[in-house]
């Protein structure tokens, strides 16, 4: 279960990156509200998150539309949260956009295309929370997989989130066109 920690006063930016560095195997995040979130990153979560960037890169060499991110970026989304999915992506004009402090730093925008793998030290209602969040930051689509009960939840804004239970491959048009995130190998043992 991830740490959620009430602390005197919000943690900067430079912290939480002094944190990250110093604490390799944990994921530091920061609520709109200040707080602090510690997830730990256990070998199972890893690969699966692994599984889930290597299929979006790969789309995304041949489509050449934008820009993956690893579980390691962190994105300041308009309402003061630093979050860090676990797969992402941001179509390739957003990211052009930003000047070269931007994209070295933290980013100062919210991913097209959020992913989010639970992990055992997660609990499904956290991670639907976070949809919520990236959803009201402006990610067009974000994608909650649940290797434990072999679903896969998509989130779209203004619209129910669409539920897949033990599906083969889930198709993320128009938000990604063409793309299909292959589940079999992500929910491998």
């Known amino acids: ?20 560095e110093r604490n390799p195997g944990y994921q530091f995040e920061r609520t709109a509200d200040g707080r602090m979130v510690v997830s730990p990153t256990g070998g199972k979560s890893g690969r699966r998150s692994g599984e889930v960037i290597g299929q979006l890169r790969d789309w995304n060499r041949r489509t050449e ?48 295309a959020v992913f989010e793998v639970r992990s055992s030290s997660q609990t499904v209602q956290e991670l639907r929370e976070k949809m919520g969040v990236y959803l009201r930051n402006g990610a ?23 539920r897949h239970g033990n599906p083969e491959r889930v198709a993320l048009d128009p938000e990604l066109p063409g793309f299909e995130l292959e589940l079999a190998p992500v929910f491998a043992g």
């Open 65 to 112: 539309l934008g820009v993956v991110f690893d579980s390691s970026t962190g994105f300041h989304l308009p309402d003061g949260s630093l979050l860090s999915p676990d797969a992402s992506w941001m179509a390739r004009e957003r990211w052009e956009a930003l000047s070269a402090d931007e994209q070295e730093g933290f980013v100062p925008l919210c991913p097209d």
């Open 140 to 162: 067009r689509v974000g994608v909650l997989i649940d290797p434990y009960a072999r679903t896969v939840e998509v989130y779209r804004p203004g619209r129910e989130p669409t």
């Open 1 to 20: 279960m991830a740490i959620l920690l009430d602390l005197l006063r919000p943690v900067t930016d430079e912290e939480l990156r002094l944190l990250s």
